[in-house]
């Protein structure tokens, strides 16, 4: 559960509405592209969690940035021909705006937003000087007069800010315990009428029920900023499981970039579900007790899941040496 250290806010006072969909664990992929293959392992591992713990699981497109026309649906087919399934229907964040606004005004109502002018390299520079936090907004806006903010106001619009009155918070994580980070005032509307992913990802959790959130260990950091703002808008804390990435043979995150690492690519190659089924098995581990000698083959997600153990999980990160070599 989701500790509160030293918290000084307590929760705005408007209630949210009642969550309709308790207890589910949650997919939730961005349409910039393709899924790669750290992108299924994921998907496959939020599933099986969510499925060994009872959970229901749902799908959300978080389509409120960058898309690639067609790309939703490919990832989706993607995935359910690995055989995940989940309930309908699938929420995309575009259909959501009028939530987040609800949210953001509870937030303004309770003196916890103000207005940001700062330029991206402005908050780099303020971040990389000898008292900046690294990757932390250091405040710049925060105390502006109003003639300060009308001034700022007449040549560039303002993004929003959460006025977080914490400087860290604690969350426990299903592989990493509890994991303290620190918190400082996130963007939650930009400057562009954009509603932020650190808004939008807790209000659509809170709205789909999510109570376990498995995700890659890249946002293991953030994960503190989200229970935070969900703090505030009053709703329940979730389960984290934060997993290992997929590399490649550079050590670096893999991308599209890499060859061949998407499905509609490696079935040109010749290669089917039940061979990216059965590497990731392999990756996680996963073995088949009865079966010894040679390659383990996995032909569905829930072949795989019947021998999932989380507690026998590897922590490290998976190198994809070359996709079109693995065997």
């Known amino acids: 559960m989701t500790r509160e250290p030293h918290l000084n806010a ?17 997919y939730a992929p961005s349409p910039s592209g393709d899924l790669h293959l750290g992108n299924l392992r994921t998907a496959l591992l939020a599933w099986m969690l969510a499925r060994q713990g ?11 940035d960058r898309v690639k026309e067609g790309a939703a649906q490919q990832q989706l087919a993607d995935l359910a021909s690995l055989g995940l399934d989940w309930e ?15 949210e953001f005004e509870r937030l303004q109502e309770a003196g916890m937003v103000y207005e940001c002018y700062c330029t991206r390299r402005e908050i780099q520079q303020a971040a990389t000087a000898p008292h900046g936090a690294p990757g932390a907004y250091p405040g710049t806006c925060r105390e502006l007069s109003d003639q300060q903010r009308a ?19 604690t969350v ?9 980070a620190a918190v400082d005032d996130v963007v939650l509307v930009r400057n562009d009428g954009t509603f932020a992913y650190n808004l939008a990802v807790v209000v659509d959790d ?25 703090h505030l808008l009053g709703y329940p804390p979730v389960t984290y499981a934060h997993v290992p ?22 079935r040109q190659a010749g290669f089917t579900e039940a061979d990216v089924l059965s590497w990731i098995a392999a990756s996680i581990p996963v073995a088949d007790p009865k079966k010894t ?17 989380p507690q026998r999980m590897s922590l490290e990160p998976w190198t994809v040496r070359d996709p079109l070599k693995i065997s």
């Open 10 to 26: 307590a929760p705005v006072t408007v209630s949210p509405s009642p969550s309709v969909h308790p207890g589910a664990g949650r």
């Open 54 to 64: 009872n959970l229901r699981f749902v799908m959300r497109v978080e389509d409120l």
């Open 88 to 102: 309908q229907p699938v929420l995309y964040q575009s259909t959501r705006r009028k939530a987040y606004q609800r």
């Open 151 to 169: 001034e700022r106001r007449a040549h560039r619009a303002p993004a929003y800010r959460l006025r977080a009155e914490v400087s860290e918070y």
């Open 172 to 180: 426990h994580d299903m592989f990493r315990g509890d994991y303290t």
């Open 206 to 230: 809170y709205f789909q029920g999510v109570t376990q959130v498995v995700r890659g260990d890249d946002l293991l950091s953030s994960a503190p900023r989200q229970a935070y703002v969900a």
């Open 245 to 266: 990435l997929a590399l490649n043979e550079e050590g670096k995150r893999l991308a599209k970039r890499d060859g061949a690492v998407t499905l509609p690519q490696l």
């Open 293 to 309: 000698g040679g390659a383990q083959v996995f032909e569905s997600a829930m072949h795989i899941l019947r021998f999932f153990d």
